[in-house]
């Protein structure tokens, strides 16, 4: 059993900023990579950014300069940095981990969603 817990969502206003974390827990072997994606009603889940576990990272053009990643493979977390926040950044905020839970054994895992929302 594979758990990712999200923590850090809330309410703030256009030009502050908050930071995202992400704990896995369970039967983790090796996790490959971590992510943060978001969602607004009726639209699909984007990607945010990423890190796999050697450290390259990648983050959607909307988010460049304001976002940073970062993750701790020792202590199995990801943390995303938001700075510069706008509106349009509203969504709720996933969590996402590819692992191994055994040495054959590859999966996709989620976290269970925090709301970020900007406004005025």
């Known amino acids: 059993q594979v758990q990712l817990v999200e923590s850090g969502g809330g309410l703030l206003q256009p030009g502050g900023s908050l930071t995202l974390s992400c704990a896995a827990s369970?039967?983790?072997?090796?996790?490959?990579?971590m992510a943060w994606y978001r969602q607004t009603p009726g639209k699909e889940r984007e990607l945010v950014a990423s890190i796999d576990r050697a450290g390259v990272i990648n983050y959607a053009d909307s988010v460049k300069g304001r976002f940073t990643i970062s993750r701790d493979n020792a202590k199995n977390t990801v943390l995303l940095q938001m700075n510069s926040l706008k509106p349009e950044d509203t969504a709720v905020y996933y969590c996402?981990?590819?692992?191994?839970?055994?040495?054959?054994?590859?999966?996709?895992?989620w976290g269970q969603g925090t709301q970020v929302t900007v406004s005025s």
């Open positions: 369970g039967n983790i072997f090796p996790i490959i990579d």
């Open positions: 996402n981990a590819h692992l191994y839970t055994s040495a054959s054994n590859f999966g996709s895992f």
